[in-house]
């Protein structure tokens, strides 16, 4: 048992059969308070926090009922392990009946209440684990979690707070890397629905004809591949929010049901004729430049009107003046604590250069440096030498293409010069599609699709993301 875990109360008014639990449970690693009356346990309970109580049905003074009683009314889910004195139905429904949660008829195999205890311990183990991550999602997911001081940030905390515990459908727009999840999750966080689900799709992760099943659930049969009826996201989120991230990806068609489900909420399971409805409050993002998709017609007017009704920029890192020092240092401590470091941080040079970068992939840009100046730095203080080549990137951004032959038509040197940006952009990033996509300012679905046609052909590597051309 480790240290928080609190004891195990054990409420008996005969001495020996006290001394006898508490040999067995001590032998099993739990450690023991115990009283010999209910009135002394329920002064204990007040006193501190146990994971179960095991106690026998006849006390001297108030009974084992009573007490069960008492507790359930300061502490309802505190779990009551009762000893009976003998089995008859009656007195184990009446020990059911006050809410023990078990018991236990005299006399009993030690391992029966070991295995009842046990199970107690399992479900205030659980208890803590649900705490934590709790805490740890209400936290990450929370206001202070969006570093920065600058007054656009501040704005953007303050447009957070005002908008999060309204229903408004959000619609976030912001290059890559600025933290557009970071904020969806705070609306979620700072919502009237907090504890209800929070359900993330990223539109450009699926492949289009899953998408519309993986939104709204499909029915058995409804094509090749559906063996039984799956219910959808949209469902999985009723009474929550939904965030759905790279919605410039999402197909015309499937905009257009999204569009009906944003009007009032419902919709029909693909191959299903029932029409369903729930409650879910809609936040979207993307990166894409949402206004010349509009023009270009991949993305409709109506649909973005009716998801714009309040919109969020959060700023790119180079308008963010001083945050770029306030964040780096914030990522410092982060991998400092994560990998057990003590760098005190930048020396001049460095904070001059991370100053002037460009930063096109953001705050996402920022950390993967920091985090790689963490590994490598061997100094009190991070050196230049520990930061990637920026210089690579900007030689990426002005390459040489002067040497245009002329025999070609303009669409197949403009098809070779995107070619080479893919392919040195994927060395760049060691052929990871994520990066790379976030490097060229694109989205991943974007960046498949451009391989796809400018015919660059790959392999999977070892995971999902990396990708190795064929020469
Ligand atoms: N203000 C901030 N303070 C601290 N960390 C941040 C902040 N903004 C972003 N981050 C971190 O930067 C990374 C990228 O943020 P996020 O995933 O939210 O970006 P995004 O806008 O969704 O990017 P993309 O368009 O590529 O999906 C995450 O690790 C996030 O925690
Ligand atoms: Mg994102």
Not at 73 to 90: C, Q, R
Not at 375 to 400: C, M, N, T, V, Y
Not at 424 to 448: C, F, I, K, M, W
Not at 453 to 471: A, M, Q
Request: a negative charge; proline letters at 3%; charged letters at 30%.
């Amino acid at each position: 048992m480790t240290k928080e875990f609190p004891p195990l109360l054990i409420v008996d008014d005969e001495r020996n059969m006290r001394l006898s639990l508490e040999t067995v449970m001590a032998d099993e690693g739990y450690e023991i308070v115990a009283a010999e009356s209910a009135e002394e346990g329920l002064k204990l309970l007040k006193k501190q926090e146990v994971f179960v109580v095991v106690t026998d049905a006849r006390l001297g003074g108030m009974s084992g009922y009573d007490f069960l009683r008492e507790i359930k009314k300061s502490w309802p889910d505190l779990p009551v392990l009762m000893i009976t004195a003998y089995a008859t139905p009656k007195l184990a429904v009446d020990a059911i009946k006050s809410g023990a949660i078990d018991y236990l008829a005299k006399p009993f195999a030690p391992e029966e209440l070991l295995h009842a205890v046990a199970r107690c311990a399992e479900r205030h183990q659980l208890l803590l684990e649900n705490a934590a991550l709790k805490e740890k999602s209400s936290e990450s997911f929370g206001l202070d979690r969006i570093v920065g001081e600058s007054e656009k940030v501040e704005e953007l905390r303050e447009l957070i707070r005002t908008v999060a515990p309204t229903d408004a459908t959000v619609l976030i727009l912001g290059e890559s890397g600025t933290g557009k999840e970071l904020i969806a999750g705070a609306i979620h966080a700072l919502s009237k629905r907090r504890e209800q689900n929070y359900v993330r799709i990223n539109c450009a992760a699926i492949p289009e004809q899953l998408l519309e099943s993986e939104l709204f659930g499909h029915e058995k049969g409804a094509f090749t591949g559906a063996i039984r009826n799956k219910v959808g996201r949209v469902e999985e989120a009723d009474g929550g929010t939904i965030f759905l991230d790279e919605i410039g990806d999402m197909s015309r068609p499937l905009q257009a049901k999204l569009l009906r489900f944003l009007e009032d909420g419902t919709f029909t399971r693909v191959g299903g004729n029932q029409e369903m409805k729930v409650d879910v409050r809609l936040i979207a993002a993307t990166n894409r430049d949402i206004v010349s998709a509009i023009k270009s017609n991949a993305f409709r007017e109506d649909l973005f009107h009716r998801l714009n009704v309040v919109q969020f920029m959060p700023p790119a890192l180079r308008d963010r003046g001083d945050d770029v020092m306030i964040l780096a240092k914030f990522f410092l401590d982060r991998f400092n604590r994560a990998m057990g470091k003590q760098i005190e941080g930048f020396d001049s040079e460095t904070t001059r250069v991370l100053e002037a970068h460009h930063w096109p992939g953001n705050i996402r840009e920022l950390r993967n440096a920091i985090e790689r100046c963490v590994i490598l730095e061997s100094q009190s203080q991070i050196q230049i030498s520990s930061l990637p080549d920026f210089r690579l990137e900007a030689r990426l951004r002005k390459s040489d293409h002067s040497q245009i032959s002329g025999d070609k038509s303009l669409e197949d040197e403009v098809a070779d010069f995107e070619r080479d940006c893919i392919l040195n952009a994927l060395a760049e990033h060691q052929y990871s599609l994520d990066q790379t996509a976030e490097g060229l300012r694109v989205s991943r679905h974007s960046l498949r699709y451009r391989m796809h046609r400018l015919n660059i052909k790959f392999e999977h590597g070892g995971d999902d993301d990396i990708v190795v051309p064929e020469e």
